[in-house]
């Protein structure tokens, strides 16, 4: 059974960074992908970016471009989303994913970490 | 990257059918065979429920199906039941290793 696990929820002052991290398993990418998606209150899902270690570098939605990072650790199979200068509006929940490089759908999905920007 | 275009909401009686849209444009659901379907329920992570299209993973109901023509994607819901009440969203991939989600229809079984 493939599992996703997150860090726990955070709260963070604006202008501040959060760091949420997606511990799978050693090898996941070999042939799969890590994407993160979130998800305001009362609100729908929005694709942030993915890495694809076997692509290469990582790509971001237009959005988020200079504020948001995605890494991946093959050693340890965990994937890392920095999201800097947070304002009040990224107050969501961050869920990761992992992607699948021939059918690019997202098929098993962690639990989702809330993150609160608030002053 | 425009969100891609679904009804807000949809409702249905047990055992009835229900279709929900997902309209995108000719870079992202009409250039790709690859649109993907998830269920949320509240409080939990999506559910990948169709993938490239209208193939269905293992252990995904056989009521679910999804269909495309053009920029506009489709899921079919037949014999409506009272667990599939819940939100559901489109996605498409969109070239150069980028997705774009639809903005989520709620599903209601009356």
């Known amino acids: 059974q493939v599992q996703l696990v997150q860090s726990g929820a955070e709260v963070k002052k604006p202008g501040s960074s959060v760091r949420v991290s997606c511990r799978t398993y050693r090898g996941i990418f070999s042939n799969y992908g890590i994407t993160w998606v979130r998800q305001a209150p009362g609100h729908g899902l929005e694709w942030m970016g993915g890495t694809i270690p076997i692509f290469g570098k990582a790509n971001y939605a237009q959005k988020f471009q200079g504020r948001v990072t995605i890494t991946a650790d093959e050693s340890t199979g965990t994937a890392y989303m920095i999201l800097s200068n947070l304002k009040s509006d990224d107050t969501a929940v961050y869920y990761c994913a992992r992607s699948r490089t021939g059918t690019r759908d997202f098929d098993y999905w962690g639990q989702g970490t809330l993150v609160t920007v608030s002053s | 990257q425009s969100a891609l275009t679904q009804p807000a909401s949809v409702s249905g009686s047990p055992g009835q059918s229900i279709t929900i849209s997902c309209t995108g444009a000719s870079s992202d659901v009409g250039n790709y065979d690859l649109v993907s379907w998830y269920q949320q329920h509240p409080g939990k992570a999506p559910k990948l429920m169709i993938y490239?299209?209208?193939k269905r993973p293992s252990g995904v109901s056989d009521r679910f199906s999804g269909s495309k023509s053009g920029n506009t994607a489709s899921l079919t819901i037949s014999g409506l039941q009272a667990e599939d009440e819940g939100d559901y969203y489109c996605?498409?991939?969109?070239?150069?290793?980028?997705?774009?989600f639809g903005g989520g229809t709620r599903l209601t079984v009356l």
């Open positions: 996605c498409s991939y969109a070239g150069s290793s980028t997705w774009v």
């Open positions: 490239e299209d209208n």
